[in-house]
């Protein structure tokens, strides 16, 4: 079976204790989905240049987050890691990815898995974004991934479509959403339903993109998910929700037909 594409709005680590229609979504999402071979996270959270993929066979779990309660780094995602799944990256990737056998999951990976897999039974591998790559580039970079869809591969990209958090209501996690917030994530979905994949590329140009998307690195993860679809790929949106007024949880898959 090939396996479906996701992209997820990850938000405030305090979603990793929340018992919300944000983390709803997620278990529900974890129960549906075809079993994993692995899974394959592109996280806003690492930054590099060049692209590297996690090749460690026990990644640690990185607490990439601070001020925040006590009682979240004591969370603990401890999921293996897969070298030979994070081989076939680099190979399928004609080495443009490279392997980084130290780096462990950040919690653009674990505070959505934790959700989704529970029981962290399943491999876990992070792919970086390349600071120096533009949108296109990233975008291309993620069509070299399409084969892994056909060895049983989950390919996440966790990111936000709008994530400023300077504009952020940290006291409100539920309303208050802004305007921008709100006109930006329906332009996004637009394109989304309508393929159009250059406007996503070309976000910048999209209005109030400059609130919206102030840096990109939350962005990007959706170019990733964009690229792997492919014609007979049904979209659907697996949660809608804003949160934090200027961060936008969106997620959604792509899906093969059934016997594909």
Known sequence: ?????????HGSPVNI???????KSLARLGKRLPAPEAILVVSAHWLTEGSYVTASAQPETIYDFYGFSPELYQVRYDCPGSPVTADL??????????LDACRGIDHAAWAVLKHMYPAAH???????????KSPREHYELGKCLAPLREQGVLI??????????????????????????????????AALLA???????????LPDADLAV?????????????ALQETADTLKFTCKDIQNGS????????SAPKGD
Do not use: C
């Not at 204790?17 to 983390?23: G, I, P, R, S, V």
């Not at 393929?195 to 140009?205: N, P, Q």
């Not at 961060?247 to 792509?254: A, D, K, Q």
């Open 1 to 9: 079976m090939k396996m479906p594409v996701l992209f997820i709005g």
């Open 17 to 23: 204790l929340e018992d919300n229609l944000y983390t």
């Open 89 to 98: 990256v680099e190979t399928v990737t004609a080495g443009r990815v490279r």
């Open 122 to 132: 399943i491999p876990v591998l992070e792919m970086s974004l390349d600071a120096n």
């Open 156 to 189: 996440i990209g966790s990111g936000n479509i709008v994530h400023n958090l300077r504009r952020a209501r940290f006291s409100q996690l539920y309303g208050g959403a802004y305007a921008w917030t709100l006109a930006f994530d329906g332009l996004v979905e």
């Open 195 to 205: 393929g159009d994949h250059d406007s996503l590329i070309h976000y910048e140009k």
């Open 214 to 226: 102030p840096t990109d690195e939350h962005f990007l993860p959706l170019l990733y998910a964009s």
């Open 247 to 254: 961060i936008s949880m969106r997620g959604l898959i792509y």
